[in-house]
């Protein structure tokens, strides 16, 4: 879920209410809470629930984030999350490398020493071309790096290069944030009659259009890659399956998700957030096809989980289901829990409301239940 980090892009979903009977009309009040803590609410078919090898395949996704995040954590290690764009680990706070970059700048001192006026014009080969463009970024220098990055591409003749410096202009100009460098490439990946190698080139692009929001391109961009199966590896599928979940597409989502569960608790080359994702989006989505059961019981398992992220959603979203279904008790007390919890998200707010409210309506169905009161709101 974009949480924090914005972990999903939410749409909201209409409910509709029957007027003028208090129950509906409590109903649509705490349906206000409730929802902009769910990802991808747009109206689509219902999906089978999984199967018992998809199930199993969950259960050790979950198994190996915790033993993954278990073992991390008991060697004192931080999350080993990749810088965007670059998908590169990032250094450790205590971790200097002031040698690394002397050599760099010495290098391109003496080059430009060697070759003086405009060095760019004096280069012939693409790969050191190439070379220069990745020292200057390598020192943050974005406009020099992709300069650099069009010589190579324009020497490189037999196209040895041109997935690579495709795929480190794109992290350039992110970097940069320049957004009509950036339009200009997207378009360029759009217009590509063949993907062959393009996978971090493709993951970038979802990446970039999921940050400005480009619903346009993205169904362009999802159609380019239905044509090219052989572009799915791991990653490009979860980008895939992140993509259509904020397009609104939940049966396509959800069967890229249940492909990556099937292979069991391999990592899949996903990162311990993106990972999380995948658990919370699969219940879900069962949920928002009306597969509620099917999703009680993954939610229940989140709820047991030792990952707090997890457990707290999990909770959460058991406590939404027990509302829906009339137990405000139980669910008062499940948002009362995730309300109290250590903080691991927003709808964590939404939750502390949630108690309040559930709270206020079951004490008006004891006390108004010696007049019919409650009888009246179960109608």
């Not at 747009?42 to 090898?53: C, E, F, G, K």
């Not at 099937?262 to 993106?274: D, K, T, V, W």
């Amino acid at each position: 879920m974009t949480r924090e980090n914005g972990v999903m892009f939410r749409t909201r979903e209409k409910k509709t209410m029957m007027p003028k009977r208090p129950k509906f009309f409590m109903l649509t009040i705490a349906l206000a809470c409730l929802l902009p803590g769910l990802p991808f609410v747009r109206t689509a078919a219902a999906d089978p629930v999984l199967s018992q090898s998809e199930i199993d395949g969950y259960l050790q996704w979950l198994h190996s984030l915790e033993q993954t995040v278990s073992a991390r954590q008991n060697s004192d290690q931080p999350e080993a999350n990749l810088l965007f764009p670059f998908e590169a680990p990032s250094w450790g706070p205590d971790e200097i490398r002031p040698y690394r970059h002397l050599a760099i700048s010495k290098a391109l001192g003496m080059m430009e020493q060697e070759y003086p006026g405009d060095t760019r014009r004096k280069i012939s080969s693409a790969f050191l071309a190439l070379s220069t463009a990745r020292n200057y970024l390598n020192l943050s220098e974005f406009d020099s790096a992709m300069a650099w990055f069009d010589l190579a591409q324009s020497l490189d003749q037999e196209n040895n290069f041109q997935d690579e410096i495709t795929r480190e202009k794109l992290g350039a100009a992110l970097a940069a944030g320049d957004t009509l460098t950036m339009a200009h490439l997207v378009t360029n990946t759009l217009g590509k009659t063949s993907l062959d190698g393009c996978q971090e080139e493709i993951t970038l692009v979802i990446r970039w259009l999921l940050v400005t929001r480009d619903s346009a391109s993205m169904d362009l961009l999802l159609q380019k890659i239905e044509g090219h199966p052989d572009l799915l590896t791991d990653r490009v599928r979860f980008w895939r399956a992140y993509a259509l979940s904020w397009q609104g597409h939940r049966e396509p989502a959800m069967e890229d998700l249940r492909v990556l569960v099937r292979n069991g608790g391999l990592s899949c080359g996903l990162s311990e957030a993106e990972r999380r994702w995948v658990l919370i989006a699969i219940p879900d989505l069962l949920y928002l096809n009306d597969q509620t059961d099917a999703a009680r019981d993954l939610y229940q398992v989140l709820a047991g989980s030792e990952l707090t992220e997890l457990t707290n959603w999990g909770v959460n979203q058991l406590a939404n289901l027990d509302f829906l279904d009339g137990n405000y008790l139980r669910a008062s007390q499940g948002f009362e829990s995730v309300c109290q919890a250590k903080r691991t998200g927003s709808f964590q707010d939404n939750a502390c409301e949630m108690a309040r409210m559930t709270r206020e309506i079951q004490r008006i169905q004891i006390e108004g239940k010696p007049y019919g009161t409650a009888a009246y709101y179960r109608q």
